[in-house]
């Protein structure tokens, strides 16, 4: 880490660097970000990295994406992502929020939600319920209706599937020592060839409008239910990522819902999106989706192996054995929802 992002970060957990009111900073650290949890606000500092997806270690390029990250979380949380503020250095050299004789770095600065008002927690905790679900479902087919609809080439649209389809494997099977490399194997080649073979499902959702600039990382730990529907940290950095099928985006988040032990709020969520967007997408497809997810999702947990200071092998390992688990009992209900031939 270089002396200037020490620095930043050191200035950054010090309470009397937002001014009154602060007496405590709380740390989280991600891949992409340090959040600093500084009394009723959040001030997220995106970290100079450069992934697959991004390169961020020009100060320009971070504060261009905190402006993104305030555009387009806005269009779910437009009372959380309050501005971006300037880091700077004074006159006499000392670090400071403001424009002021250089900019040293940019951040995002929003309202702290509760913990407990966050949908994850109250899956977890057995506090959500059916009226819950249906309140999420609304807002999410209120948002995904009022975005315009694109219009991908066809087979560009399914390369890009495969695409991640080919990536996930690459990841997975790079770790066969930890994880079973037939039956990741034999995964990949089932989704590949559903859409080889389906490929009229996705041409026709291309057809219908229902391909979007969503949100692009629709977790239960991203939705705060405490109050109006929020959902928060989409994914700012990647317009790819963020352009799906609806149907697509909200498998995702029924899917987290599952994987936290709550399948039958899963299907509520899914039954009242779908009756409120009235969208009607062949089951099949929609596990398609969800196998697809929980293999990228299994693909982004193995890949914490990879990083030089990983502390906890173990649960990277089973949370991808678990992600695996979940893509496969999809993968297997496809057959089980396919209309059968006529």
Not at 124 to 142: F, K, L, P, W
Not at 157 to 179: P, T, V, Y
Not at 215 to 237: K, P, Q, S, W
Not at 289 to 295: D, F, I, M, N, T
Request: charged letters at 25%.
């Amino acid at each position: 880490m270089s002396a200037s992002i020490q620095a930043t970060l050191d200035f950054l957990r010090q309470p009397d660097s937002y001014g009154a009111g602060v007496t405590q900073v709380d740390v989280i650290e991600t891949h992409m970000s340090w959040v600093f949890l500084a009394g009723h606000h959040v001030f997220k500092l995106k970290k100079p990295v450069c992934t697959d997806y991004v390169d961020f270690r020009a100060v320009d390029t971070r504060c261009f994406y905190c402006h993104e990250e305030l555009r387009l979380n806005r269009r779910l949380a437009p009372d959380v992502y309050l501005s971006v503020e300037t880091l700077s250095r004074d006159a006499d050299g000392k670090l400071c929020f403001g424009t002021s004789q250089e900019r040293i770095d940019c951040l995002v600065q929003m309202r702290r939600l509760p913990e407990t008002g966050m949908l994850a927690h109250a899956l977890t905790h057995g506090a959500a319920d059916a009226a819950v679900m249906q309140r999420v479902a609304a807002r999410i087919a209120d948002f995904h209706r009022d975005l315009p609809k694109l219009r991908p080439d066809p087979d560009v649209w399914r390369a890009s599937l495969k695409a991640e389809i080919d990536r996930n494997e690459g990841a997975l099977l790079a770790h066969r020592q930890s994880l079973a490399s037939d039956k990741v194997r034999m995964l990949c080649d089932a989704q590949r060839a559903i859409l080889q073979s389906q490929a009229a499902w996705f041409d026709a959702r291309i057809r219908e409008g229902h391909i979007v600039e969503g949100h692009g990382d629709l977790r239960a730990e991203h939705v705060c239910i405490a109050g109006d529907i929020t959902v928060i940290d989409c994914l700012e950095f990647s317009r790819d990522l963020r352009t799906l099928d609806a149907a697509d985006e909200i498998a995702f988040l029924a899917l987290d819902c599952e994987r936290l032990q709550a399948p039958t709020l899963a299907d509520v969520l899914l039954q009242t999106y779908f009756a409120q967007s009235q969208d009607t997408p062949p089951a099949a497809l929609v596990h398609f989706y969800q196998s697809l997810r929980a293999g990228i999702r299994a693909r982004i947990a193995i890949r914490h192996l990879d990083e030089i200071d990983c502390t906890q092998p173990a649960l990277w390992t089973q949370r991808a054995m678990d992600w695996l688990a979940l893509a496969q009992q999809h993968q297997d209900c496809i057959s089980a929802t396919m209309d059968p031939p006529s």
